[in-house]
């Protein structure tokens, strides 16, 4: 487990997959979190994903499950994605629970990925990526020292209108400077 102040990351449970199916049947959040159209699927779909996902892991690809340190019930999930270890580098994915939201477990988790990305997997860059709507998780990015980088205008398709994609990135050495240390 990896831990911060206020959360920890573990691995992903089968268990998980009930509690967060929520955020897979909202078409407003798979909207938001995800480039692909929302497509209604069942849990039991999503279980049957989740068992695959366990017997063939993606190697570009490490979720976690986000969860209180004094309680394993998950509230969200963070990861990398679309690992490149040539150019060392990942795109970071997040969601919260709405419960979990406004209490700086978001940052807490982003914080902790990072540091995983960085120490643990010796990864140079990190990116996200989130729609102009996103204030909090734009917010989130900047108080955790990512740089807003650019914006692709009118990128992306949310609920009936194109919004644009704003796009941020850090680096290993500004990270490792907010740590109090060079790389």
Known sequence: MLRGRLVGLRERRR?????L???KADAGHVSLADGRPFVPRSLEARLAEFEKEQAEPDPAAAFFT?????????LGSVGLWRIDLHHRSAHIGIS???GARGRGLGRDALEIICRYGFEVRGLHRLSLETLEINASM???ALSC???????LRAA???LGRHLDDVLYGLLADEWWARQGHGS
Do not use: K, M, N
């Open 15 to 19: 268990a998980d997959v009930e509690v």
């Open 21 to 23: 199916f929520p955020l």
């Open 66 to 74: 986000i969860h209180l340190l004094d309680d394993e019930a998950a």
């Open 96 to 98: 919260l629970l709405p």
């Open 138 to 140: 734009q917010a989130t």
């Open 145 to 151: 020292g990512f740089v807003e980088e650019g914006r």
């Open 156 to 158: 992306a398709w949310y």
